[in-house]
């Protein structure tokens, strides 16, 4: 119905910078808002940075001022840029669509990725 393909986790070193990336597709009418979540083991799954389908933006306080979304609304893509990482960053980052679908009356639908990993150590 919806697919959600993430790509661009893998190792980095503290202070780099990694990008993440994630494509949405399927029986989308419209995107209501994107973003990313991360979670470590034992831990609750956390907000890191959400946009809306106009734009606003919103991080967790962790990460303002080092990382930033973006989206792309013609091709239902939305990007995590990762700079000055640090090693608490680590965790599974997991993309999140909140989108209105086709041949439904009812509200928006929330999905996720398959969840990438995100490693900061040097």
């Known amino acids: 119905q919806v697919q959600l393909v993430e790509s661009g986790g893998g190792l980095v070193q503290p202070g780099g910078s990694l990008r993440l990336s994630c494509a949405a597709s399927g029986s989308i009418r419209s995107i209501n808002a994107m973003g990313w979540y991360r979670q470590t083991p034992g831990k609750q799954r956390e907000l890191v940075a959400r946009?809306?389908?106009?734009?606003?933006?919103n991080y967790a306080d962790s990460v303002k001022g080092r990382f930033t979304i973006s989206r792309d609304n013609a091709k239902n893509t939305v990007a995590l840029q990762m700079n000055s990482p640090k090693p608490e960053d680590t965790a599974v980052y997991y993309c999140?669509?909140?989108?209105?679908?086709?041949?439904?009356?009812?509200?928006?639908?929330?999905?996720w990725g398959q969840g990438t990993q995100v490693t900061v150590s040097s």
């Open positions: 946009i809306t389908s106009g734009g606003r933006t």
């Open positions: 999140n669509l909140d989108a209105y679908l086709i041949g439904t009356g009812r509200g928006v639908y929330t999905f």
